[in-house]
């Protein structure tokens, strides 16, 4: 059975790493032929034959065929399925239109204080190029001249609604360290995301549906609802605020959040600055519904269910000789643990948990016992073969790496090696409570170091970070939350009101008490590690040194698993040469944000856009983009002028970097807001070098009061021994024809596109007078703006120069060592399921 599930995993990894698909007929006789063979193979077995015990060859053989099968099956099941969902995706050619749609609302709403996020499933013929499956944003009506801000709209699961709509396909920033959401769009079904739109008729409420594939949905709704108004919470907390509670409720605890989170599997309730504590402390998997949490609502059940059922041994006909306890106490754990994984979201940890429970229950039920290695492999076959896209998220691996490895550790002794007592006396002695705390203590020790070191490798491979004070936090967290508000959590939805809320209060009071010492944890300067993401001979060796640490073997054999994760600890990352660069162009949506490295120093370029309130490019994009270039310190910060699609992640950049120095344009009254001490302004004849490396500042000029914002932006020119590039901000035609009559304008290979392509920059003087071989453009993919403009593409392809876009290409890597060679992200990490990059024209 491993065997066959290492066999199904590899067929899902490699199937999913594929760039573009084959025909699905070529899928389907893979997994025909998989299948056929697996059916052979149970067969063989269930007719007693096993596999041959003589003949080491003939056994590989054996396993090689059965390898085989699972790869087959596997891999041709992914391609199959994948197939109609990339084909139920929008028609490029009703992008942006305002069409008119009709369908249900499916899943579990996400609440903002400004808006609805919800899964729209057309249920009426479709306008042409319509998918099935919509991820829809209703946004309230903003009106300046409210006190208030207008109450967001709200929709509900089985509501039957007509919207206008403006739909866009699924589309995702694109950066080293980014989340996938395109993944997470294909893995939903989701064909389009889009917003409500004011331009056509207004969304008409058509009426309910109630059907069984409704019923989760909506119970889980009613449960928020519930747990809502108890708390008096009326939308999810965004940036520590949110949007209104209760008039003259009591002061609600600020992690009442984390208490709806845990409850039932909403994590978009939880506020981006608290699971920036969470991965900070490393005690995110505990906020999140878990297997730990699972197997503790079902071990309660069946603790709560075997002692009633036996209390009927006091009546005249006992209840336990019709149905044992241990058997109905069994199946109603395994009840329990399956509703609550329903209301929870169904995730991975879910399923993962919910499949071995029902294995090791079922198993035992007939008298027989499983071998762990064995039940993993079941659960693992099951997972991908429901979701086999799940092989590509970080989730997935941790999960089982974890239990895995706990069961590793935890089977070191067996009844055959275990040395009798040294007499009946002590064999026959109870331990007493002392002794009983101290073995507890003791294995939870032992459980949490080997997790810690476990998934070292991991979370450097998908986070580059570590989380330092781990075991210290989790020590404190995991009684907390496991003992006492993850259950309190739960019980609030089985009882009645105002019990649930008393109930929830309490959970939330004690979460909050947690929640003020994880964040004096995280605040702690050494409490995260980072480091560049391995390559595979440093990952190799550090799985090695991690399982050396992790087993129970004795420090002579440990010692030197040590030794082996050093390389993944101190990985520095790919710096450029004394005297060279290397900038990446961050994929940013609409706004600007660029990484200039150097041998020992690294600048920032503008900080990107706040995309809602508490979500922004510095926390969302940048910081995972310099933690993949094994980035620890920051030097400086340049953010080009006061305008929120440049300076919207600069607080999220303070914070993580309070080191970095601040040069701006901003005046001094907002430039304090961006969070950073030491400050400077921005003004031309400024420069200063890095490692042979020539910074200088061009704008703006010194003596010449700025006519907006935009031509203030701090323009900054840098030059390498092998090229240069001009970050130019927003500035305007008539401050770049001011620039080039005060003879200020250089020569650059690269140029930072002005404004983002609009119309009023990008004048002819800036271009003839710099005559850049390349041009980069950050915008956002089909934005409003409508930048780049028609006219400016054309006046950069009239001179043959290359256009590079972040909203086509994702993020662009250009070192001056290679000046006519540009790294499209998108290109670098193709996928079947995400946009294929589109390259620029370089000629007329």
Known sequence: MPIYALAVLLGCALQTAQASLWPRPAYLAIWAAGLLGSLLVLLWHGRGHGLPRNGALQRMGTHALLALNGFALAFGLAGWRAHPILADRLAPDVETQVLTVR???????????????????????????????????????????????????????????????????????????????????????????????????????????????????????????RMMTALHVESVPIGGQRAGASVGASPLPSSADTIVALALGDQAAISPQDWAVYRTTGVAHLMSISGLHITLLAWMTLQLVSWLWRQTARLPRPWTLIVPAPTLAAWAALLAATAYALI?????????????????????????????????????????????????????????????????????????????????????????????????????????????????????????????????????????????????????????????????????????MLDHLLRQMAAWPLAQWHAAAPDAVTLALAVLGALALALPWTWRLRAPGLLLMLPLTSNPGTAPAPGHMELWFADVGQGMAVVVRTARHTLLYDTGPQQAPGVDAGSRVLLPLLHSLGMRHLD?????????????????????????????????????????????????????????????????????????????????????????????????????????????????????????????????????????????????????????????????????????????????????????????????????????????????
């Not at 989790?474 to 309190?488: G, H, K, M």
């Not at 000029?701 to 001009?726: E, K």
Request: with cysteine; glycine share 8%; aromatic share 8%.
């Open 636 to 844: 400086r910060v340049v953010v080009s002028h006061d305008d929120s699609d440049h300076s919207g992640g600069a607080a999220a950049i303070a914070r993580a970097h309070p080191e970095a120095a601040l040069l701006t344009s901003v005046p001094a009254h907002a430039a304090a807001h961006l969070g950073f001490s030491n400050r400077q302004p921005c003004i031309a004849g400024q420069h200063w070098n890095w490692d042979g490396v020539d910074f200088r500042v061009i704008s703006p000029l010194p003596g010449a009061p700025p006519r907006n914002d935009n031509a203030s932006s701090c323009v900054l020119h840098v030059a390498a021994r092998g090229g240069s590039a001009l970050l130019t901000g927003d500035i305007d035609q008539a401050q770049e024809r001011a620039l080039h009559a005060a003879g200020a304008l250089p020569y650059a290979d690269v140029l930072l596109v002005p404004h983002h392509g609009s119309k009023s920059s990008s004048s002819d003087a800036l271009l003839d007078t710099v005559m850049p071989r390349a041009a980069v453009v950050q915008a956002g993919y089909r934005n409003a703006h409508g930048h780049p403009h028609p006219l400016v593409v054309e006046r950069y392809a009239a001179r043959g120069i290359a256009l590079w876009r972040t909203d086509l290409q994702g993020a662009l890597r250009w070192r001056d060592a290679a000046p006519d060679t540009f790294l499209s992200w998108r290109a670098a990490t193709p996928h079947y399921w995400a946009p294929k990059p589109r390259w620029p024209v370089d000629s007329p």
């Open 344 to 512: 929870a979201g169904w995730g991975v940890p879910a399923q993962r948990t919910l499949l071995m429970l029902a294995v090791v229950l079922l198993l035992r039920q007939r008298g027989l016992r499983a071998d762990w290695r064995d039940v993993m492999a079941l659960a693992l076959i099951a997972v991908l073969l429901w979701d086999p896209w799940a092989v590509r998220q970080p989730g997935f691996w941790l999960s089982f790496v974890a239990v895995g490895l706990l069961f590793a550790a935890g089977n070191r002794r067996h009844p055959e090696t275990a040395a009798p007592a040294s007499s009946g006396a002590q064999a026959a002695s109870t331990p007493g409570v002392w002794q009983r705390g101290w073995h507890t203590l003791c294995n939870a020790s032992q459980a949490q170091w080997v997790a810690t070191i476990g998934l070292l490798p991991l979370t450097l491979l998908f986070f580059q970070q570590i989380a330092v004070l781990s075991p210290v936090a989790n020590a404190v967290a995991i009684p907390v939350v496991t003992l006492a508000v993850a259950p309190l959590s739960i019980a609030g939805l089985l009882l009645p009101a105002p019990l649930d809320g008393w109930v929830w209060q309490l959970a939330a009071w004690l979460q909050q």
């Open 103 to 225: 369908g249900v609302v499916t899943d579990l709403p996400v609440l903002y204080p400004d808006a609805t996020r919800f899964v729209f499933e057309v249920t009426q013929p479709a306008p042409h190029g319509v998918p099935s499956r919509l991820s829809l944003s209703w946004y309230a009506k903003r009106d300046r001249h409210a006190d208030q801000p207008p109450a967001p709209p709200r929709v509900h699961p089985g509501q039957e609604w007509q919207f206008s709509v403006r739909l866009r396909q699924p589309h995702g920033f694109a950066n080293p360290g980014g989340n996938d959401t395109e993944l997470t769009l294909f893995r939903d079904g989701i064909g389009a995301t889009g917003t409500v739109s004011r331009m056509g008729p207004p969304p008409q409420l058509l009426g309910v549906r109630s059907t069984p594939s409704d019923w989760v949905a909506q119970l889980r709704d009613h449960l928020r609802q």
